[in-house]
């Protein structure tokens, strides 16, 4: 079979569940990943024969993608802020509006001198942990997640990355957990935000796929993590300190809120599609 049979047959299938454009991104991923063939070499050698185990491989990739497993599963990858990640049925697949959060944190912080010590609560991946290690080189960044199997991923990625960070396994939500913790210049999360009732409205290949633990928080108690993390840097927060996190946009004044309630200044900052998605706050 030829680049260009299979190249077709696999679009048409796509095309069935996914817009057009990004089926097309979808199959330029996964036939460069699994056939080492960029985009341009397979549109100038259409009529190349591929071997039977490659076809095989890219067969049981449609297959998975047809069920709607994202893609980033398929291929146990992911990018992130110019990094290949390995990702799995255990973490988040990481997400552009992320990348802002470090982006925000790093130009923020780069005006400063002194070592600054971080904590990534929720590392998931570790994607948030590695990319601010990799732009704020002498930082100190502590990585925690109550899934065990989630370190694990975060690991393999410092490991592949070449950057070193400290991992945690700790249930953040039992504040007496954080007594052996130190105080940080840096507190930065993209925690569980999304109301069990809400699942239903979510894309199939995320509600189905994605680790639930690091998606949805109670009907009774959405804000149960902003509310720990405020009072966390209650005691944990540099006086100069900062806390950074992500957010659901529908609810960017409730969080506010919170951290006022803790006496936190915010300032909520919109990601690049004018959502409210993430918030600083300071003493």
């Not at 529908?250 to 599609?273: C, G, L, Q």
Request: hydrophobic residues 40%.
């Amino acid at each position: 079979m030829t680049i260009e049979q299979i190249y077709k047959e696999y679009s048409d299938k796509l095309k069935n569940i996914y817009h057009e454009r990004e089926a097309a991104n979808i199959l330029d991923w996964v036939f460069e990943n699994i056939t080492g063939i960029q985009r341009t070499d397979r549109i100038l050698n259409k009529q190349k024969q591929l071997s039977n185990a490659v076809i095989k491989r890219l067969y049981r990739a449609l297959e998975q993608l047809l069920k709607h497993t994202p893609v980033q599963y398929v291929l146990g990858e992911a990018w992130f802020y110019k990094m290949k990640l390995l990702v799995n049925e255990h973490v988040l697949i990481p997400r552009p509006e992320t990348e802002e959060l470090v982006e925000w944190i790093t130009e923020d912080s780069k005006v400063k001198n002194e070592k600054m010590k971080i904590i990534d609560i929720g590392t998931g991946s570790g994607c948030i942990a590695i990319a601010l290690k990799k732009e704020l080189a002498d930082a100190n960044i502590l990585a925690i997640d109550i899934s065990a199997e989630a370190l694990s991923v975060a690991k393999k990625n410092a490991v592949h990355q070449n950057v070193n960070i400290d991992l945690l396994k700790i249930d953040f939500l039992d504040d007496k957990r954080w007594h052996g913790l130190s105080a940080f210049d840096i507190i930065v999360s993209n925690p569980p935000y999304i109301p069990e009732k809400e699942k239903d409205v979510l894309d199939k290949n995320v509600a189905a796929y994605e680790p639930h633990l690091a998606l949805f928080v109670s009907d009774d108690d959405p804000f149960i993590f902003y509310k720990k993390i405020a009072d966390f840097a209650t005691e944990h927060l540099e006086p100069t300190g900062k806390i950074y996190v992500e957010l659901n946009e529908k609810y960017a004044n409730e969080v506010n809120t919170i951290f006022s309630h803790f006496h936190f200044r915010s300032t909520i900052k919109k990601d690049i599609y004018e959502r409210e998605r993430m918030i600083c706050a300071k003493r």
